[in-house]
């Protein structure tokens, strides 16, 4: 393979894209453990794994090539909602950051970076999908975690059907973040993988 500067360049945006979605996921995971509903950031955490959640499950539903006539007409919408939730996601993370963790201007910041992620989406789409895929690989991860360690924490209880739905939801997620580690490497070299 002939490395070319549009190669390089891929490559230099995917790295960086990768460690600014690696710090701000794993500051908000990590940040997250061990509180309760009773806290007063519990609705941030819980749209927070929401918004995990998702991220990954759209990019590997951004990969699955189908017969079904249904998900045919939503596909075009995929790669759309994917910049969105990612934008958003780094916004929070990023606008509360930078003002002593102000919710309601991570809140602005999320959609206004939603809303740019939104319009890159339809105008640029491979820009988009160098800077969302590995976005969606740490998110997926993220909520993996979230899911084992929740797993881990039902186990110590005794509370062993919640531990094992959470370990199997735990399990899929890894596969899920294998899926999309495949996927933004072949995107890097200028392939679309097939799933």
């Given at each position: 393979m002939r490395i070319t500067m549009k190669y390089?360049?891929?490559i230099?945006?995917?790295?960086?894209?990768?460690?600014?979605?690696?710090?701000?996921?794993?500051?908000?995971?990590?940040?997250?453990?061990g509180k309760t509903p009773e806290t007063s950031e519990w609705n941030y955490i819980l749209i927070l794994y929401i918004f995990l959640a998702t991220i990954g499950v759209i990019a590997v539903a951004s990969n699955i090539k189908t017969q079904l006539k249904l998900f045919n007409r939503f596909q075009p919408l995929?790669?759309?909602?994917?910049?969105?939730?990612?934008?958003a996601l780094l916004g929070f993370y990023y606008g509360g950051s930078m003002t002593n963790n102000n919710p309601q201007v991570g809140i602005i910041t999320a959609i206004a970076l939603g809303m740019?992620?939104?319009i890159l989406s339809l105008?640029?789409?491979?820009?988009?999908?160098?800077l969302t895929a590995p976005i969606a690989t740490i998110a997926a991860y993220g909520f993996a975690f979230y899911a084992g360690t929740n797993a881990i924490a039902l186990f110590n209880v005794s509370?062993?059907?919640g531990g094992i739905l959470w370990g199997i939801i735990c399990l899929i997620y890894i596969g899920i973040t294998i899926t999309n580690l495949s996927s933004t490497l072949s995107h890097l070299k200028g392939q679309k993988l097939n799933t």
């Open positions: 390089i360049s891929k230099i945006v995917a790295v960086l894209v990768s460690i600014l979605a690696f710090d701000a996921i794993a500051n908000m995971v990590l940040g997250s453990l995929v790669p759309i909602l994917s910049a969105t939730l990612n934008c740019i992620g939104t105008k640029q789409q491979q820009i988009i999908i160098i509370k062993l059907l």
